[in-house]
């Protein structure tokens, strides 16, 4: 393929998949990661880890269920009632050592803190979850998920959230999560009781 006619659908590939990662990209266009770093260089296209903070910076709603940093994974994009995504790297700390598989733990907690995130509420607390893990997440791998919230808002009491996590293009994760949400009632005369169940 030329150079040219590459660079072009390299551009291509990162627009469809901000989160495409170098790797990805050697196997879908058959050059060396070298070539792929060159190639991003000369275009002025970050890599990866620049692009999701370039994301994250850009704009989307503040999370108000609970504080960021209980969050597992780095949200990259929220809309509160509507839908979410969140990356979350698997690391040593995250694996069993003998395998090299990632916590099935950690996988649920990325979509369940997410399913609860993308609540537009004070207090938003994972009422039941019906889960099913589609394959094992690896080290290194970076899980994508989206969370989806299928219910009205206008809904009093409890929210439907649908959250699917993907490695690349295929999925390795899926969830249907109901979320208790206060009604503002409830959060008035109860004060801000923030209870550990997320």
């Known amino acids: 393929m030329p150079k040219r006619q590459r660079q072009q659908r390299l551009t291509q590939l990162i627009d ?83 395998t ?11 979509a369940n803190s997410l399913a609860v995130a993308v609540i537009n509420d004070e207090i938003a607390l994972t009422a039941s979850a019906d889960i099913r893990f589609v394959r094992p997440v690896h080290l290194g791998e970076k899980c994508i998920a989206k969370a989806y919230v299928r219910s009205n808002p206008e809904q009093k009491g409890k929210a439907k959230v649908e959250v699917f996590a993907y490695v690349g293009e295929e999925m390795v994760f899926q969830g249907n999560f109901i979320i208790y949400r206060s009604t503002e009632e409830e959060y008035s005369e109860g004060g801000s009781q923030h209870a550990d169940r997320h």
Request: proline share 3%; hydrophobic share 40%.
């Open 16 to 98: 469809e998949n901000p989160f495409v990662t170098d790797q990805e990209l050697t196997r879908q266009l058959k050059v060396s990661i070298q070539t792929i770093r060159l190639d991003r260089m000369e275009l002025g296209i970050p890599e990866l880890r620049e692009r999701l903070k370039l994301m994250a910076e850009r704009s989307y709603d503040q999370v108000r269920s609970l504080p960021l940093h209980e969050v597992i994974g780095d949200i990259v994009d929220l809309q509160l009632d509507r839908s979410g995504i969140s990356i979350f790297e698997i690391k040593e700390e995250h694996i069993f050592s003998r």
């Open 100 to 110: 090299g598989i990632a916590r099935g733990h950690y996988v649920f907690a990325q």
